[in-house]
């Protein structure tokens, strides 16, 4: 007999509906006159679309995800990327995949590869500048490039000076693809996108922070198909919508009925960077012992807006009409999107030192109750991965088991499901000393 | 003067105990990346040494991160974490690539240092808000020293830092360009141990012994053929075996691109009344990390046509592309540089180092790199 | 480990020939090439720029024992002796403790020069499969190296791979090609990369009771896979040769060649006159050397050593 | 009762028979291919030497890479749980177990009580094992053992970079060919190895008593280099390949079946 009630999410088609019209939109675009545009999941997608006429992103982040959910296309992409361009193995797997699939002129979603109009690209890693850049360059170095810096400094150290250096990129980028593309800004669409931007950011952290009830609402398998929204287009009225008026109040509802997603919950695990994706079959396993992963600083925060409040506890940041601030001009918008993402995304902490990862992810682990930690050495994305091993040696502080494998998110190759499933099997039943569940 | 750079730079960290000694105030900062602006810390009479690996497999540093992460990286945690910088009065980073920022963390939480800082470097550095920006991450980084050493960093001061560091930059060019000759009175070997001394050593007496080498090469006799006229391009690199065992096997390297070489001095401040932002400007102008080598506009990076022209005005028959294993930033460029190379006549060969180089392995792989350059001597 | 007595089914068998149609005593300039690799070593004598004989044996852990056993079987009962050799270049891994050597050539080189003569001038791209690497070389039609790529990451591509694998399933290394093709369907291929954990996968698949000729295929299809993707950051020519142990694997040769829809040339002698001669891809650098040697004599551009 | 515990590794079996807690026989043998079967022959030889049936053994616990495939044990153990059981059998004062087998390097944080509370192995390459020191010895011609005699008498040492056993391989040849001392070429490879495993230890901390086991325990010549490497003594026990079916008895004997055998597939 199962301890809790579980069932599907009721808006989880929409969710995939509104993803499979991104893709094809993005694809279709030209032939309806409108734009194609290429940058990153954290790239500020309301500037682009707030391009008169119809305009159509395609968000590198997910698109690589995506083709890691496929081995098939996975392998054969990347080996085009280390082949035919000769790029190093190591390289982020969805940087390698993302180039393969131009470097084969293949469009992961069907056809051959939609060239953009211009590239409106962020930098906040080492490499994450290169991304687009490299692309183009493969692809016949023709599209205009823009690549704006984020990079200004960890959320409790961001005051005028930091905004007004993003700010500045931000205009320099609406002039460079507003030449690039002979259509104006219009000022309506920017602020409206910038409104959603907060709700589509805001309400997923609102959301997150539902799961600290027991049982968990949501699982991390479950949530990662629900923030991809926000890394695709996060200004979107229709995806903000979603996060707004569906999403949070169903999950509103499951914590109310006490419906989990794992309806045998008896341990909560945090997990830390992304999964591999081509092994999500791991928390399948992990639900035959009643383990839920349930929280993660990449989960939450990839698009989550959140603050440490004066207590020391990490809370979801208020939407601009809970503030009630109303957006003046261009200007406002501009900066209410430089401040929103510099000091609400607090996945960006860890770049700037392992204090701020292990501050914010035991955090983390003591408000969303979790009982032990499975951490993924991640080889393909070293800014996710970053001070994982310190991260370990906090976690354990806090008298938390933890279990770290090696693996990669988007490159089978450098995955082997036979360690890693011993590795788990030893933790979940000695460390942990679960049984089976029925 | 070679001998001495070798001498200190070998027995480096007796160097930085003795400079303590006769350097009451002073305090010894370690520095994780060449971005960081050492004209401020001469400025504070501290005494700025590049914190590098010892080139020995980094065993200590595996627990804190994992082997996917640079060689070199961990290299220099786990030379903190044996205790070797024990004489160290603060540490400081420049915000640059994720690898050596990681083991710049892990050294805050495991190897204890009184003061430590993170000097946030922006990217964008072709734009003039960067500029702007990184003045005012100085200005910020000046108070913290101020506070650190106890002392008011004056205008003088600033103007002392940056002599000394624009004097050293010339010197050690005027070296460099000696080398566009035929036999080099310097072979690479030497001249990148110049470099290397000159990140662990006080500048001040690095400039003596550079400005008397300058007098000294005219006179100088290497009896020895310059063999191929090679360029070496890459990341972090001060692998000496491995520059030893190539200019012993028929070939000089004539030229660098590392930011343990050509990279680190190359481009000198231009004085402006605001000292600060005369500074700011070098760090955002100089020859560029691959970690900031974006261009708005085009694809095109800023750091390809300048290694394109060292190769040419130092006549390199060929280029030597090497990276420490897992650095991102450069394995984003290189397929594309040598491209560029290889489109300009210039062959390249690439290699991948870690802590310790597998001799035997890299010796037959240059030395047919080597043939392949005269190969018109086998076959005519 | 080196077990005594044991059945070493990872060695390939050793070889020697000696061309009858020549009197070394006529020839004018004689030269010899030694390559003294990781497991097998080899050497070649030319009289007059004719392939005189050549020797492939194995290599102990002395290599100037090695260079000296190659060359001496090499020279067995013809009356040659290291004395009537002109001039001698060691080349492969042990090329600088080959003691008769007046001087060192790398096997990458001598494997474009060597194949070259062997193939013929149209071959583009020589794959030498060594034991301890992998080089894929472009050369032009005098076997001039124009650009070349050596395996650095990981070692599953080359020829000791392979022997690791035949000492595992027990089966000679020479019948693991033919083997690998006695199946019903293509299996899919050996994943892993490290040489030890494909060790451990097969195992994996023995214990499944996956018939043995069934995971030399997927054994096979690795190594190509991996050799094709070197190739493929190289850029693949045709003529296009593979030397080296590998090239007597058909089991890889076939699969490489289905990876890159290139077929790989013919092994016969390009020199018509050549065609009853043995064609042993292994000796590719020790000709290469012997050849080198011969130009460099005939054009004067060294001192013939010999001394009677 | 009677109890057995049966360890089936990568290369070899080991087979462990308890009398009320007192080891009555133990056996061990090569398995090769087939290891379910190999078990199964080494656990019957070793009954019958100890004089006992089938019958008489009350629970089979089976551990190793392989110990599914003991279709005729009870239960099965992961083996980093029967590393723990068994050295704290032997020394309850164990803090961190090291346990270098022909694939795998391990290293266990134990607790008191014999449990796992933390472990970590050698990742992705397979330097760092057994493997790799019989395929530097096979290139330097001399048997493992040899090779570990001959590493004591050498006091220089050469950084070699142990990343793949294949370049491994290629280092010593190329060592051999300069003509480096086989002993000092010998210690290197240890050294090597010592370092790696050392690095997988530090990962669940080094803490003592430090016991080493598995077959590498043998080679004196790698607990030399790795007694240097991480600064601490190393408790050897006698049997150090025995300790996995050891603890897979012990197990037994606890009366502890956490999954049942999977049917061989």
Same mark, same amino acid.
């Given at each position: 007999?199962?301890?809790?009630?579980?069932k599907?999410?009721?808006?989880?088609?929409?969710?995939?509906?509104?993803?499979?019209?991104?893709?094809?939109?993005?694809?279709?675009?030209?032939?309806?006159?409108?734009?194609?545009?290429?940058g990153?999941?954290?790239?500020?997608?309301?500037?682009?679309?707030?391009?008169?006429?119809?305009?159509?992103?395609?968000?590198?982040?997910?698109?690589?995800?995506?083709?890691?959910?496929?081995?098939?296309?996975?392998?054969?992409?990347?080996?085009?990327?280390?082949?035919?361009?000769?790029?190093?193995?190591?390289?982020?797997?969805?940087?390698?995949?993302?180039w393969?699939?131009?470097a084969?002129?293949?469009?992961?979603?069907?056809?051959a590869w939609p060239?953009?109009?211009f590239?409106?690209?962020?930098?906040?890693?080492?490499?994450?500048?290169k991304?687009?850049?490299?692309?183009?360059?493969?692809?016949?170095?023709?599209?205009?490039?823009?690549?704006?810096?984020?990079?200004?400094? &960890?959320?409790?150290?961001?005051?005028?000076?930091?905004?007004?250096?993003?700010?500045?990129?931000?205009?320099d980028?609406?002039?460079?693809?507003?030449?690039?593309?002979?259509?104006?800004?219009?000022?309506?669409?920017?602020?409206?996108?910038?409104?959603?931007?907060?709700?589509?950011?805001?309400?997923?952290?609102?959301?997150?922070?539902?799961?600290?009830?027991?049982?968990?609402?949501?699982d991390?398998?479950?949530?990662?198909?629900?923030?991809?929204?926000?890394?695709?287009?996060?200004?979107?009225?229709?995806?903000?919508?979603?996060y707004?008026?569906?999403?949070?109040?169903?999950?509103?509802?499951?914590?109310?009925?006490?419906?989990?997603?794992?309806?045998?919950?008896?341990?909560?695990?945090?997990?830390?960077?992304?999964? &591999?994706?081509g092994?999500?079959?791991?928390?399948?396993?992990?639900?035959?012992?009643?383990?839920?992963?349930?929280?993660?600083?990449?989960?939450?925060?990839?698009?989550?807006?959140?603050?440490?409040?004066?207590?020391?506890?990490?809370?979801?940041? &208020?939407?601009?009409?809970?503030?009630g601030?109303?957006?003046?001009?261009?200007?406002?918008?501009?900066r209410?999107?430089?401040?929103?993402?510099?000091?609400?995304?607090?996945?960006?902490? &860890?770049?700037?030192?392992?204090t701020?990862?292990?501050?914010?992810?035991?955090?983390?682990?003591?408000?969303?109750?979790?009982?032990?930690?499975?951490?993924?050495?991640?080889?393909?994305c070293?800014?996710?991965?970053q001070?994982?091993?310190?991260?370990?040696?906090?976690?354990?502080?806090?008298?938390?088991?933890?279990?770290?494998?090696?693996?990669n998110?988007?490159?089978?190759?450098?995955?082997?499901e036979?360690?890693?499933?011993?590795?788990?099997?030893?933790?979940?039943?000695?460390?942990?000393?679960?049984?089976?569940?029925? | 003067?070679?001998?001495?750079?070798?001498?200190?730079?070998?027995?480096?960290?007796?160097?930085?105990?003795?400079?303590?000694?006769?350097?009451?105030?002073?305090?010894?900062?370690?520095y994780?990346?060449?971005?960081?602006?050492?004209?401020?810390?001469?400025?504070?009479?501290?005494?700025?040494?590049?914190?590098?690996?010892?080139?020995?497999p980094?065993?200590?540093?595996?627990?804190?991160?994992?082997?996917?992460?640079?060689?070199?990286?961990?290299?220099?945690?786990?030379?903190?974490?044996?205790?070797?910088?024990?004489?160290?009065?603060?540490?400081?980073?420049?915000?640059?690539?994720?690898?050596?920022?990681?083991?710049?963390?892990?050294?805050?939480?495991?190897?204890?240092?009184?003061?430590?800082?993170?000097?946030?470097?922006?990217?964008a !550095?072709?734009?003039?808000?960067?500029?702007?920006?990184?003045?005012?991450?100085?200005?910020?980084?000046?108070?913290?020293?101020?506070?650190?050493?106890?002392?008011?960093?004056?205008?003088?001061?600033?103007?002392?830092?940056?002599?000394?560091?624009?004097?050293?930059?010339?010197?050690?060019?005027?070296?460099?360009?000696?080398?566009?000759?035929?036999?080099?009175?310097?072979?690479?070997?030497?001249?990148?141990t110049?470099?290397?001394?000159?990140?662990?050593?006080?500048?001040?007496?690095?400039?003596?012994? !550079?400005?008397?080498?300058?007098?000294?090469?005219?006179?100088?006799?290497?009896?020895?053929?310059?063999?191929?006229?090679l360029?070496?391009?890459?990341?972090e690199?001060?692998?000496?075996?491995f520059?030893?065992?190539?200019?012993?096997?028929?070939?000089?390297?004539?030229?660098?691109d590392?930011?343990?070489?050509?990279?680190?001095?190359w481009?000198?401040?231009?004085?402006?009344?605001?000292?600060?932002?005369?500074?700011?400007?070098?760090?955002?102008?100089?020859?560029?990390?691959?970690?900031?080598d974006?261009?708005?506009?085009?694809?095109?990076?800023?750091?390809?046509?300048?290694?394109?022209?060292?190769?040419?005005?130092?006549?390199?028959?060929?280029?030597?592309l090497?990276?420490?294993?897992?650095?991102?930033p450069?394995?984003?460029?290189?397929?594309?540089?040598?491209?560029?190379?290889?489109d300009?006549?210039?062959?390249?060969?690439?290699?991948?180092?870690?802590?310790? !180089?597998?001799?035997?392995?890299?010796?037959?792989?240059?030395?047919?790199?080597?043939?392949q350059?005269?190969?018109?001597?086998?076959?005519? | 480990?080196?077990?005594?007595?044991?059945?070493?089914?990872?060695?390939?068998? $050793?070889?020697?020939?000696?061309?009858?149609?020549?009197?070394?005593?006529?020839?004018?300039?004689?030269?010899?090439?030694?390559?003294?690799?990781?497991?097998?070593?080899q050497?070649?004598?030319?009289?007059?720029?004719?392939?005189?004989?050549?020797?492939?044996?194995?290599?102990g852990?002395?290599?100037?024992?090695?260079?000296?056993?190659?060359?001496?079987?090499?020279? $067995?009962?013809?009356?040659?002796?290291?004395?009537?050799?002109?001039?001698?270049?060691?080349?492969?891994?042990?090329?600088?403790?080959?003691?008769?050597?007046?001087?060192?050539?790398?096997?990458?080189?001598?494997?474009a020069?060597?194949?070259?003569?062997?193939?013929?001038? $149209?071959?583009?791209?020589?794959?030498?499969?060594?034991g301890?690497?992998?080089?894929?070389?472009?050369?032009?039609?005098?076997?001039?190296?124009?650009?070349?790529?050596?395996?650095?990451?990981?070692?599953?591509g080359?020829?000791?791979?392979?022997?690791?694998?035949?000492?595992?399933?027990?089966?000679?290394?020479?019948?693991?090609g033919?083997?690998?093709?006695?199946?019903?369907?293509?299996?899919?291929?050996?994943?892993?990369?490290?040489?030890?954990?494909?060790?451990?996968?097969?195992?994996?698949?023995?214990?499944?009771?996956?018939?043995?000729?069934?995971?030399m295929?997927?054994?096979?299809s690795?190594?190509?896979?991996?050799?094709?993707?070197?190739?493929?950051?190289?850029?693949?020519?045709?003529?296009?040769?593979?030397?080296g142990?590998?090239?007597?694997?058909?089991?890889?040769?076939?699969?490489?060649?289905?990876?890159?829809?290139?077929?790989?040339?013919?092994?016969?002698?390009?020199?018509?006159?050549?065609?009853a001669?043995?064609?042993?891809?292994?000796?590719?650098?020790?000709?290469?050397?012997?050849?080198?040697?011969?130009?460099?004599?005939?054009?004067?551009?060294?001192?013939?050593?010999?001394?009677? | 009762?009677?109890?057995?515990g049966?360890d089936?590794?990568?290369?070899?079996?080991?087979?462990?028979?308890?009398?009320?807690?007192?080891?009555?026989?133990?056996?061990?043998?090569?398995?090769?291919?087939?290891?379910?079967?190999?078990?199964?022959?080494?656990?019957?030889?070793?009954?019958?030497?100890?004089?006992?049936?089938?019958?008489?053994?009350?629970?089979?616990?089976?551990?190793?890479?392989?110990g599914?495939?003991?279709?005729?044990?009870?239960?099965?153990?992961?083996?980093?749980a029967?590393?723990?059981?068994g050295?704290?059998?032997?020394?309850?004062?164990?803090?961190?177990?090291?346990?270098?087998?022909?694939?795998?390097?391990?290293?266990?944080?134990?607790?008191?009580?014999?449990?796992?509370?933390?472990?970590?192995i050698?990742?992705?390459?397979?330097?760092?094992?057994?493997?790799?020191?019989?395929?530097?010895?096979?290139?330097?011609?001399?048997?493992?053992?040899?090779?570990?005699?001959?590493?004591?008498?050498?006091?220089?040492?050469?950084?070699?970079?142990?990343?793949?056993?294949?370049?491994?391989?290629?280092?010593?040849?190329?060592?051999?060919?300069?003509?480096?001392?086989?002993?000092?070429i010998?210690?290197?490879?240890?050294?090597?190895?010592?370092?790696?495993?050392?690095?997988?230890?530090?990962?669940?901390?080094?803490?003592?008593?430090?016991?080493?086991?598995?077959?590498?325990?043998?080679?004196?010549?790698?607990?030399?280099?790795?007694?240097?490497?991480?600064?601490?003594?190393?408790i050897?026990?006698d049997?150090p390949?025995?300790?996995?079916?050891?603890?897979?008895?012990?197990?037994?004997?606890?009366?502890?079946?956490?999954?049942?055998?999977?049917?061989?597939?």
């Amino acid at each position: 007999m199962a301890r809790y009630k579980t069932k599907g999410l009721d808006c989880w088609n929409k969710a995939k509906e509104l993803r499979d019209r991104y893709y094809k939109d993005y694809k279709e675009s030209h032939d309806r006159g409108g734009l194609r545009w290429e940058g990153g999941a954290w790239s500020f997608d309301a500037i682009p679309q707030a391009l008169e006429g119809e305009v159509h992103g395609l968000s590198e982040e997910p698109y690589g995800a995506s083709i890691g959910h496929i081995p098939e296309l996975q392998v054969r992409y990347q080996e085009a990327a280390e082949g035919k361009w000769g790029c190093a193995r190591d390289l982020c797997s969805y940087m390698r995949a993302y180039w393969g699939s131009v470097a084969l002129n293949e469009y992961a979603f069907g056809g051959a590869w939609p060239h953009a109009d211009f590239i409106f690209q962020n930098q906040i890693c080492c490499c994450h500048s290169k991304w687009l850049q490299v692309a183009d360059e493969i692809g016949g170095g023709t599209t205009p490039y823009f690549c704006f810096d984020v990079g200004a400094g &960890p959320y409790d150290k961001i005051g005028d000076r930091q905004i007004d250096y993003v700010v500045g990129q931000l205009y320099d980028g609406i002039e460079f693809i507003e030449k690039v593309t002979n259509r104006k800004v219009i000022d309506e669409k920017l602020i409206q996108n910038v409104y959603n931007t907060y709700r589509s950011n805001c309400y997923w952290a609102k959301t997150c922070e539902l799961n600290q009830a027991i049982p968990a609402p949501l699982d991390e398998k479950t949530m990662f198909s629900l923030y991809v929204l926000g890394t695709l287009e996060k200004s979107n009225q229709a995806i903000a919508d979603f996060y707004e008026k569906e999403l949070y109040p169903e999950v509103k509802d499951r914590v109310a009925d006490k419906i989990a997603a794992v309806a045998d919950e008896q341990c909560r695990v945090l997990g830390d960077s992304q999964p &591999p994706w081509g092994f999500l079959r791991i928390y399948r396993y992990l639900e035959q012992y009643g383990i839920v992963s349930m929280a993660n600083l990449y989960t939450f925060s990839l698009i989550g807006w959140m603050m440490v409040d004066k207590k020391g506890d990490i809370v979801p940041c &208020p939407t601009l009409e809970e503030q009630g601030i109303t957006i003046k001009d261009r200007d406002h918008a501009l900066r209410l999107l430089a401040e929103g993402e510099l000091k609400g995304k607090l996945m960006w902490a &860890p770049f700037y030192g392992a204090t701020y990862k292990n501050d914010l992810v035991t955090k983390i682990a003591k408000q969303w109750r979790c009982d032990a930690a499975i951490i993924h050495l991640n080889r393909g994305c070293e800014g996710t991965a970053q001070h994982q091993m310190q991260l370990k040696i906090a976690l354990q502080g806090m008298g938390i088991p933890v279990m770290t494998f090696e693996g990669n998110m988007a490159d089978e190759r450098e995955f082997d499901e036979g360690r890693v499933m011993r590795l788990i099997e030893l933790f979940v039943t000695e460390t942990l000393g679960l049984k089976k569940v029925a | 003067m070679i001998e001495e750079f070798k001498q200190w730079y070998d027995d480096r960290h007796s160097y930085a105990k003795e400079w303590k000694k006769n350097n009451s105030k002073g305090k010894v900062v370690g520095y994780f990346c060449t971005y960081v602006p050492e004209e401020i810390l001469y400025a504070a009479d501290c005494l700025p040494v590049r914190i590098l690996g010892g080139h020995e497999p980094p065993a200590l540093a595996t627990p804190h991160m994992f082997d996917m992460w640079c060689p070199f990286s961990r290299d220099c945690l786990s030379q903190g974490l044996a205790g070797k910088y024990d004489y160290l009065d603060g540490v400081i980073i420049a915000q640059s690539c994720l690898h050596i920022r990681q083991a710049f963390g892990a050294w805050q939480l495991q190897v204890p240092t009184p003061w430590s800082y993170y000097l946030c470097m922006p990217n964008a !550095v072709t734009t003039l808000h960067a500029k702007k920006f990184l003045a005012g991450e100085l200005a910020e980084f000046k108070k913290a020293v101020e506070e650190w050493v106890g002392k008011t960093i004056t205008d003088a001061d600033l103007d002392r830092g940056i002599d000394i560091m624009n004097t050293n930059r010339r010197l050690m060019k005027l070296v460099y360009q000696s080398r566009k000759e035929d036999n080099p009175l310097i072979t690479g070997t030497e001249a990148m141990t110049m470099v290397w001394a000159s990140q662990i050593m006080d500048k001040r007496e690095h400039n003596v012994l !550079v400005e008397q080498l300058l007098r000294d090469l005219p006179n100088r006799r290497l009896d020895r053929d310059q063999g191929v006229r090679l360029m070496i391009v890459g990341s972090e690199h001060d692998d000496r075996p491995f520059m030893e065992m190539v200019e012993t096997i028929g070939a000089t390297f004539v030229i660098d691109d590392h930011c343990t070489g050509s990279r680190y001095f190359w481009d000198e401040i231009v004085t402006l009344k605001d000292r600060l932002q005369a500074i700011a400007n070098r760090y955002c102008d100089r020859v560029p990390c691959p970690t900031k080598d974006f261009k708005q506009g085009t694809w095109e990076r800023k750091r390809f046509p300048h290694i394109i022209n060292l190769a040419k005005e130092y006549r390199a028959h060929g280029a030597v592309l090497i990276q420490q294993k897992f650095c991102d930033p450069h394995e984003c460029d290189i397929p594309s540089l040598r491209r560029q190379l290889e489109d300009n006549g210039i062959p390249c060969y690439f290699l991948e180092f870690e802590v310790t !180089v597998p001799v035997g392995q890299f010796r037959i792989r240059i030395e047919a790199f080597i043939e392949q350059l005269r190969a018109d001597e086998l076959f005519d | 480990m080196a077990e005594q007595g044991k059945q070493e089914y990872w060695r390939w068998p $050793e070889g020697t020939w000696v061309n009858p149609g020549i009197d070394w005593r006529k020839g004018r300039i004689i030269t010899a090439g030694v390559d003294v690799g990781s497991v097998s070593s080899q050497a070649a004598v030319l009289v007059d720029g004719e392939l005189y004989s050549f020797s492939n044996t194995r290599t102990g852990s002395d290599s100037p024992d090695s260079a000296r056993k190659a060359l001496s079987i090499a020279m $067995e009962k013809t009356g040659l002796t290291v004395d009537h050799i002109d001039y001698c270049i060691g080349t492969g891994y042990g090329r600088v403790n080959v003691p008769m050597a007046q001087r060192t050539l790398t096997e990458i080189a001598c494997h474009a020069r060597g194949a070259n003569f062997m193939y013929g001038p $149209e071959v583009r791209t020589v794959m030498d499969m060594g034991g301890q690497d992998c080089k894929a070389i472009n050369c032009d039609d005098k076997g001039k190296v124009l650009n070349f790529m050596m395996n650095d990451k990981c070692a599953a591509g080359t020829g000791r791979g392979m022997e690791v694998f035949a000492d595992l399933i027990r089966v000679p290394v020479w019948e693991i090609g033919p083997r690998s093709f006695q199946i019903k369907k293509e299996p899919p291929m050996i994943s892993s990369t490290c040489v030890v954990f494909a060790k451990s996968e097969v195992v994996g698949l023995l214990e499944k009771g996956v018939p043995e000729n069934a995971i030399m295929a997927a054994y096979c299809s690795a190594m190509a896979h991996r050799i094709m993707e070197l190739l493929n950051r190289l850029g693949v020519h045709e003529k296009f040769v593979i030397t080296g142990g590998i090239a007597k694997n058909e089991g890889v040769v076939k699969r490489l060649e289905k990876e890159l829809g290139i077929k790989t040339a013919e092994k016969v002698w390009h020199k018509p006159a050549y065609k009853a001669y043995p064609f042993d891809t292994q000796i590719t650098g020790a000709l290469g050397a012997a050849l080198f040697a011969e130009a460099m004599v005939g054009k004067g551009k060294v001192k013939s050593v010999r001394k009677t | 009762m009677i109890v057995a515990g049966i360890d089936v590794g990568g290369k070899n079996a080991h087979v462990v028979i308890l009398k009320d807690g007192n080891i009555v026989a133990q056996g061990a043998a090569a398995t090769g291919i087939q290891k379910a079967e190999a078990a199964e022959r080494l656990y019957k030889e070793t009954l019958h030497k100890a004089g006992l049936k089938q019958d008489n053994v009350g629970r089979v616990v089976a551990t190793g890479s392989a110990g599914k495939r003991v279709a005729f044990a009870d239960g099965v153990i992961a083996d980093a749980a029967a590393d723990a059981r068994g050295v704290n059998r032997l020394f309850p004062s164990a803090r961190t177990v090291i346990d270098v087998g022909a694939e795998e390097g391990r290293a266990i944080k134990v607790s008191p009580e014999g449990k796992v509370l933390d472990f970590a192995i050698n990742e992705k390459c397979a330097a760092g094992t057994g493997t790799f020191v019989e395929a530097m010895a096979r290139a330097l011609e001399i048997t493992v053992e040899e090779m570990a005699t001959l590493s004591l008498k050498s006091n220089n040492s050469i950084p070699m970079n142990a990343q793949c056993a294949v370049f491994g391989e290629s280092e010593v040849v190329s060592l051999i060919h300069q003509n480096v001392e086989k002993q000092d070429i010998a210690k290197a490879v240890h050294d090597a190895i010592a370092g790696r495993i050392a690095s997988v230890a530090r990962i669940v901390g080094l803490e003592k008593d430090v016991v080493v086991i598995g077959g590498m325990a043998r080679n004196a010549g790698f607990i030399h280099s790795l007694k240097k490497e991480i600064g601490m003594d190393i408790i050897v026990p006698d049997d150090p390949d025995f300790i996995g079916a050891l603890g897979a008895a012990e197990a037994a004997a606890a009366g502890v079946l956490e999954r049942k055998v999977e049917a061989k597939s």
